[in-house]
């Protein structure tokens, strides 16, 4: 249980803003994800989430740092290729907006299915149709939708479609960029408890991304919080939520919204002060699982 | 006479209302039958799901749906102006000056190559054309300064790329209040936002339109959002308005199935280890929509009847009403999963 799948260290990635200037999207992070874990990012729009999502995924190359997946460096160009199949069957992403993920013009069925066909790999279940027919059906959908298009589909059953085709592959990492940020409420329930049932029977590694604490809080085992491109507190979940050291983990946690009128009106907020966020310090370890940037303001 | 009296003083007085949008498949019912009324000061709720008409609803009432949408109502007044009959001339003159309206994403709605004060001052004069120069930029700076913008004569020069997500909202705010509206519809305005955002512009919101004694509707689809800055909400399903009530009541004491459902299938209240509640299925289209209670086949406590007849609105307390065959005397009675002491 506690062999580690991911390892990320020192991620830096920016992008050119013109005119000479950079934009730090990640700026030094370091993670591991153990096997069988699903391990939350949370942060703000812009706080390099799913530039680090890209970076692992390969589809961004980073800067600095490396990401070793069972111990091959990803950013690497010669292990890549030496383990190129590996990496591009093991690891799936499912990207927030499904409308724009998914070939508008192929069939469900050929959409699930791709992955099989463009990696030549002999359909475990007799024929792409029948395989794609399963993970439909495994996902919770009648599989009366494989001739369907996307945009006949609903929003969430265009996300089922695209975590069906993330799971063709049997992947043992699995990327979820803010994949329910675009549902409604009673769907979204529908997909977090598809994604812990996934995660119960198969044993997923996931790296879930999200900006809303509250599902993370219901979902992930493990959460790491970036700020601006700094990683700036990872803890198990409950003890994140029962203890959170950062000041700016303070104010994102006191910021949840509480479906509850006299709660939410009664509470106080934390404000974090931009301008005080100090991204110079080390991450210090407080408990063995819990770290934190800054050493000084680590003090509970 | 006391009637039309009591009429006079609200602020949105809107009694079944439809809207139909004729399309290929045949008429989308998108808005049923929808009464409902506000009163100065107060900030009404609209919850839902995408499609359940929230949004028609909301633009029927600024009059902004496309010349394709057929729009039915026995009362639709803002303000006391009757705005059925209105032309589209007459609806530009009051539109502002009446009701103004924020909309979800920031960045759209603000034109990307203008400044931001520029903007701002442009919908002044739009309301005070021959306005001087120098009072309408003291109204903006002013605007910005209601809203929140600190520092305004820095700000004023800034394009809308040059401002973050929230700023963004906040400039948008002072563009739908540069006109002293008496109702501000605010079209799901936190959406787009951050967390750590949504709550400076929810009381900021509030905070504004206590202090201008004005009116809002705030349309959601995040029940924390209704929690935070609604004194009533209603409940959208399929079109119609299934609950409607102070917002304490729908959240400690809700009656209808749908929003014990929504209300469930929150993470934040789920109890840890626990599969979350989801409500099965998927909304109805609405082109024709269903016979009976629209939300039937989704309702674990739906009896015979909904599958026939749609209920009406049962009065549950003065200001509570929900659409449910339930609170019929002849129905069984049913404990409430959700609400009540859970959030005591």
Known sequence: MCETLLDVRGLCHSFPLGAGRYLRAVDGVSFRIRKGEIFG???????GKSTVARCVMNILRPQAGS????????????????????LQTERQIIFQDSSSSLDQRMKVADIIAEPLAVNHIVPPRGSLRA?????????????????RYPPELSGGQRQRVAI???????????????????????????????????????????????????????????????????LVEMAPTK?????????????????????????????????????????????????PEHFVLGGKEAEP | MTADADRAEKLLDVGRLSVTFASPAGAVEAVRDVSLDLAPGEILAIVGESGCG??????????????????????LAVAGTDIRGLSERDMCALRGRLCSMVFQDPMTSLDPTMRIGAQIAEAVLAHEPGM???????????????????????????????????MRQRAVLAIALASRPRLLIADEPTTALDVTVQGQILDLLRDIQRGLGAGAVLVTHDLAVAAR??????????????????????????????????????????????PLYAIPGMPPTLSPPPKGDAFACRNRYALAIDYDQAPPLFQVSPTHYAATWLLDPRAPAVARPVGGELHV
């Open chain 1, 131 to 147: 395989e794609a027919a399963f993970q439909l059906r495994y996902v919770g959908m009648d599989p009366a939708y494989l001739d």
């Open chain 1, 67 to 86: 990401i070793l997946y069972r111990g091959v460096d990803v950013c690497d160009p010669a292990q890549f290729r030496a383990n190129r199949r590996m």
């Open chain 1, 239 to 287: 003890e994140l939520f029962d203890r959170p050291l950062h000041p700016y983990t303070k104010a994102l946690l006191s910021a949840i919204p509480i479906p509850d009128p006299r709660r939410e009106r009664a509470r106080t907020r934390f404000h974090f002060d931009e301008a005080a966020f100090d991204r110079t310090g080390g991450f210090v370890q407080v408990s």
């Open chain 1, 41 to 47: 990012l949370v942060g703000e729009s812009g706080s």
């Open chain 2, 54 to 75: 929230k949004s028609a609803l909301c633009r029927a009432i600024m009059k902004l749906l496309p010349a394709s949408a057929r729009v039915q109502a026995d009362r």
């Open chain 2, 229 to 274: 800055a609604a004194d009533r909400t209603a409940v959208m399903y399929a079109g119609r308005i299934v609950e409607i009530g102070t917002t304490e009541e729908i959240f400690y004491d809700p009656r209808h199935p749908y929003t014990w459902g929504l209300l469930a299938s929150l993470p934040s209240l789920a109890a840890e280890g626990r």
């Open chain 2, 132 to 166: 001087k120069k120098d009072a309408v930029r003291r109204r903006v700076l002013e605007l910005m300064d209601m809203v929140g913008i600190e520092d305004p004569p820095a700000r004023y020069r800034l394009y809308p790329h040059d401002l973050s997500g929230g």
């Open chain 1, 164 to 230: 069906a085709r993330a799971l063709t592959m049997e992947p043992s990492l699995l990327v979820a960029d803010e994949p329910i940020a675009a549902l409604d409420v009673s769907i979204q329930a529908q997909i977090i408890n598809l994604f812990r049932h996934l995660q119960a029977e198969h044993g997923f590694t996931f790296l879930f991304i999200a900006h809303d604490l509250a599902v993370v809080r219901y979902l992930c085992d493990r959460v790491g919080v970036l700020y601006r491109g700094k």
